[in-house]
Nanobody, 123 residues
Framework: VQLQASGGGLVQAGGSLKLSCAAS????????MGWFRQAPGKERTFVAT????????YYADSVRGRFTISRDNAKNTVSLQMNSLKPEDTAVYYC?????????????????WGQGTQVTVSS
């Protein structure tokens, strides 16, 4: 599976951005999907994950209530709607696909990774 993330940019604190991730190469439906982020000088951390059917979702505590993950299996895309953005959300955001049965929050739960898209939130 090849993943292409897009939608990053510069936004003021309190603003919104929507990230998208397009999958190609294999059927999208059998994979769990996730978003991770990596801030400068820090390790990559979990943001959100969604199950194969789109019913099960799970979020990091730091983004729960502000971010929403969704997927469209017909279009082979997964999105991350980010609202009420804070400067600490600044990071490179990565989408990932994994072949496990249920959504996971660890990097090793995912087999394929996109190239990342930069999100910068100014104060």
């Amino acid at each position: 599976v090849q993943l292409q993330a897009s939608g990053g940019g510069l936004v003021q604190a309190g603003g919104s951005l929507k990230l998208s991730c397009a999958a190609s190469g294999r059927t999208f439906g059998p994979y769990i999907m996730g978003w991770f982020r990596q801030a400068p000088g820090k390790e990559r951390t979990f943001v959100a994950t969604i199950g194969k059917s789109g019913i099960i979702t799970y979020y990091a505590d730091s983004v729960r209530g502000r971010f929403t993950i969704s997927r469209d299996n017909a279009k082979n895309t997964v999105s991350l709607q980010m609202n009420s953005l804070k400067p600490e959300d600044t990071a490179v955001y990565y989408c990932a696909a994994g072949g496990r049965r249920v959504p996971g929050t660890a990097s090793h739960d995912y087999d394929y990774w996109g190239q990342g898209t930069q999100v910068t939130v100014s104060s």
